[in-house]
């Protein structure tokens, strides 16, 4: 099961920084990958050489390097250790049968002191060993190095993949600097919770894994009811279905809780980096939503935004002020056929409409600039536009747009005007299927925030005789009429034993 977009792909600004990533990803696993496979056996067997003969043998003397090897298994997997200290355990390959033969303590020793020397020599030339992250024995640059090398194709697709989806979002509302420094610090969190979960541990961990779950966090809380599309591919067939952020993240992240603890450091993944990282950019965005720094940003990158526009509309403005409206609406209709998303030309098109007292035109432009401005997440001066729209004589705003409007009410957790504007949509559009979604938005909303489980039984019940095709919400339906029902009985059984 895989996300394949969510419902806002758009931006403001291209997403460098989030291409960056990417691209820097990309760059560094192409140049590292066969190295990283060419060096990986023969430094395996060099390190498992170690652990037979210091198991075997436990009298010899071992360096630095060696030592900290040792140590580290017998702390991070302590059963395989005590089963490689048994002299009657099986053999496990020729170099284990050549080692139980040697009696000779010089030659031992010399053999210890020879596969450090190879130890030494082939770490300072492997990659994995100078730039993955060891929790035993991390060192400063791994914390940032490591989240840039990966094993294989599926794991940097996979990772590259989720990091496109939730970082190019987060990257608009927070902007190029703050939500590059997110990332890095996300990452270096991320292994050190890891470390945390997995003391002595001497697997190297590799892969933006854990930075890329930080994403998902903040994305969580920054886009709780955002509606993601799913594949599931099961037995060769691919189905897909929709889920809205607050119930699809946190049971990713409920799965690496689970198999992080049933598996532990046993695993080829690193479960507990991905909570790590996941709980700090959870943490973070709320942090960054609370403080103001958000709404700071975002009124910068409008200003930026707004400057790049600034001579073809300050001309536009200019014939506007000299009474020039005719040329004003030419050159601004020119200029947003090639930018349609330019909210500032869009509202200032709108105010040369109202000049001209072109009523239908106006009503058409202040329906785009409340569209655009929900796509920036600016809920309130959306809901102005709407406002300026019903005064104007505009009647029912475009089922899609007005349903954007209904679910920026609820991420202001503005429940009562939510389902006022819900009512509305689904009165105004009977035979649309957004009128069945708003219904529906408004049968939850009755049940899971307001307490009108009565209400909510009235809208899933209209919402089953619908005649809008339905069949693929029909479970969804009457799941919700028998929640209703049983929240209706749990609390007039509660009012007659408080009689």
């Not at 600004?13 to 760059?27: F, Q, S």
């Not at 940097?156 to 600097?177: P, T, Y």
């Not at 003391?199 to 590799?206: F, K, L």
Request: proline share 4%; hydrophobic share 45%.
């Amino acid at each position: 099961m895989f996300p394949i977009r969510h419902e806002n792909m758009t931006t403001r600004r291209w997403p460098v920084v989030t291409l960056a990533l990417i691209a820097i990803n990309v760059v560094v696993f192409l140049f590292t990958m066969s190295a990283m496979d060419d060096e990986a056996p023969q430094l395996g067997e060099v390190k498992a050489h170690i652990l037979i003969l210091a198991a075997l043998h436990p009298e010899l003397k071992m360096q630095t390097e060696s030592q900290h090897l040792v140590d580290g298994f017998k702390q991070s997997r302590p059963e395989q250790w005590k089963q490689a200290q048994n002299p009657y355990r099986d053999i496990m390959d020729a170099y284990d049968a050549k080692i139980k033969m040697t009696e000779d303590a010089s030659k031992l020793q010399g053999e210890m002191d020879s596969l450090n020397a190879q130890l030494v020599k082939l770490s300072k030339s492997s990659i994995i060993e100078q730039y993955a992250f060891v929790p035993a024995n991390p060192t400063a640059i791994s914390y940032l190095t490591a989240n840039f090398l990966h094993g294989g194709w599926m794991h940097i697709i996979g990772n590259m993949w989720f990091l496109w989806l939730a970082g190019f979002v987060l990257e608009d509302v927070w902007g190029r600097w703050l939500y590059s420094v997110f990332y890095l610090i996300a990452g270096a969190a991320a292994l050190q919770f890891y470390a945390w979960s997995n003391p002595g541990s001497i697997t190297p961990t590799i892969g933006a894994s854990g930075a890329v779950a930080a994403l998902m966090g903040a994305f969580l809380v920054r886009f709780p009811k955002m509606k993601i599309e799913m594949a599931w591919l099961f037995v060769f067939k691919v189905y897909r279905f929709k889920a809205a952020a607050y119930w699809l993240l946190p049971m990713w992240l409920l799965m690496e809780i689970f198999y992080g603890s049933l598996l532990g450091s046993s695993s080829g993944v690193a479960h507990w980096a991905h909570v790590g990282g996941f709980l700090f950019g959870a943490l973070a965005a709320l942090a960054i939503q609370r403080s103001g720094i958000e709404q700071k940003t975002n009124k910068a990158i409008e200003e930026k935004v707004s400057w790049s526009t600034d001579a073809e509309i300050e001309k536009a403005n200019d014939m506007m002020e000299h009474g020039q409206l005719t040329q004003g609406v030419a050159l601004l209709t020119n200029y947003v056929a090639v930018k349609p998303n330019s909210l500032d030309a869009w509202n200032l098109l709108r105010q040369i409409y109202f000049r001209q007292s072109n009523t239908k035109a106006y009503l058409e432009t202040t329906i785009k600039t409340c569209g655009l401005r929900l796509k920036a997440h600016e809920v309130e001066a959306a809901f102005q536009d709407y406002a300026e729209f019903v005064d104007s004589g505009g009647g029912k705003m475009p089922a899609a747009t007005w349903l954007e409007l209904c679910k920026g009410a609820e991420e202001k957790l503005d429940f009562e005007r939510a389902l006022t504007e819900y009512r509305q949509l689904a009165q105004a559009y009977p035979a649309e299927r957004q009128a069945l979604t708003a219904q529906l938005s408004a049968a939850r909303l009755c049940l899971k925030r307001l307490g009108r489980p009565q209400d909510a039984l009235a809208l899933y019940q209209a919402a089953a005789t619908s005649p809008i095709p339905h069949l693929d919400w029909e479970q969804h339906i009457q799941s919700g009429i028998n929640e209703a029902k049983a929240a209706m009985s749990s609390g007039n059984a509660a009012a007659a034993g408080a009689q």
